[in-house]
């Protein structure tokens, strides 16, 4: 049987691309089908927009910050259009990327929504493809509750897009986009609310650094309202303000409510109904350790499936299985080990490995490591500010397990620890390891007294 395609990609996001641009790489003929924006969620509305709004939310530390060292500097003039208006050219100047290197890998870019229309075939555009394999890499979308005035609610695909700044924001989500976003609007001077129904934000990540990010947060002027449930939101008639009414009757008037709760599998109007592609429980598409779904022929990746929701996690696994179907010889398992992540609040939290409570839960004995200190760069103020590190430590075998931190510039120091945990670095190596001074990084290698 001849198809028109060796592999067919649905989602040209961060998986897609690179499952196409690896694939034809080895010889394959591949398509992607693309109905929103090259480069898919991380590029557009995620991970690079995000960033390079956060960078703008930093520079009123940093001008606050540069008065200490003598500077004349003022916080006012921020102007919403001007970061907006440079973030969109950024964003289209990386679209442009994207088309040229699917372009320069001969991969064949279809514009619109791809639908599977049976075993092996998509539709675009009202045409039929034929495709050995069918690669699904449609991502993930926000999802928002059903509560009435949800029509005034702001997702994670708008927020991005807001015509101006609103002067109060309330974000509700526990989740690190949530966190992010009061971080960037309170650093760019929006008074910032956060709502989370739970105790504690970010679940999963290490109690301390819950704490620590939490304290800090509230220090820097985010009004952190735990224990809250949203019930309605209504608009005013005479202006645009928005009425946000809590189940404990309690009342917040702001100019946007921005909701991160979650995000569901992106299957909309995907022709599953046509093929045996199952399900699991959260309505992730399942697939086995080669991507493979339950109909012969298709595969899935990225933020459908199961597993870290990361642009690294999405490309490592674009580039398996591109390798295991067209370069067998060089393919080689994803290993979802050790995987480090960052959350870009102000501070900056990253980690890598066990919480101390993960840790403690898969029956490990451990050291607990922590150091919390004021950075340097703070010395000619009076903020209280504080950087916050935490190793830990197996005690039977010295293996270091978690590395955890809080603090300017965190994601950027954390990925090379990552490096150190992968490669199996025991505490003593982190000892014998001489540190750069001064910086905060050399903490992480001269905390010699445990903690508990
Ligand atoms: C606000 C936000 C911030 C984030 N920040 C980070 C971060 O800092 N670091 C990090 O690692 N990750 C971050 N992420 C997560 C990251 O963006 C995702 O994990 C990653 O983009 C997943 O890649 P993917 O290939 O699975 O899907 P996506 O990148 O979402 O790509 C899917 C693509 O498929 C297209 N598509 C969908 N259905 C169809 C169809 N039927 N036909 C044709 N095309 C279709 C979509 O338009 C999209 O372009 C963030 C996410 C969000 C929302």
Known sequence: ??????????????????????????????????????????????????????????CSEDIELSRSFGWEASQSGFDWQTLIGNKDREIERLNGIYGRLLENSNVTLLSGHARIAG???????????????????????????DIPGKEFIT?????????????????????YIALEFASIFNGLGSKTHLSYRGELFLRGFDQEVREHVRDSMQAKGVSIHFKTEVQSIEKSEKDERLKVTYQDGATLEVDCVFYAIGRRPMLDNLGLENVNVELDAKGLVKVNKNYETSEPGILAIG?????????P??????????????????????SYEHIATAVFTLPNIATVGLSEEQARAAGHD????TSSFRPMKLSFTDLQERIFMKLVVDKQTD???????????????????AVALKAGATKAV??????????????FVTMRTSTR
């Open 119 to 145: 075993p092996h075939q998509v539709e675009v555009n009202g045409k039929v493809y034929s495709s050995e394999h069918i690669l699904l890499a449609t991502g993930g979308w926000p999802v928002l509750p």
């Open 366 to 369: 451990v050291s607990i490591f």
């Open 399 to 417: 293996k270091v397990l978690g590395c955890h931190m809080v603090g300017p510039d965190a994601g950027e120091l954390i990925q090379g620890l």
């Open 430 to 443: 982190f000892d014998d390891t001489i540190g750069i001074h001064p910086t905060a990084a050399e903490e």
């Open 1 to 58: 049987m001849s198809y028109d395609f060796d592999l067919f990609v649905i989602g040209a996001g961060s998986g897609g691309v690179r499952a196409s641009r690896f694939a034809a790489g080895f010889g394959a003929r591949v398509a992607v089908a693309e109905s929103r924006y090259l480069g898919g969620t991380c590029v557009n509305v995620g991970c690079v927009p995000k960033k390079l709004m956060s960078y703008a939310a930093h």
């Open 155 to 175: 997702d994670s695909n708008q927020i991005f897009y807001l015509p101006q700044q609103p002067k109060r924001v309330l974000v509700v989500g526990g989740g």
């Open 313 to 334: 996690v999405a490309l490592a696994e674009g580039m398996a299985v591109a390798r295991r179907l067209f370069k067998p010889e060089e393919y080689k398992p994803v």
């Open 303 to 311: 933020d459908l499936i199961a597993g870290p929701q990361l642009t």
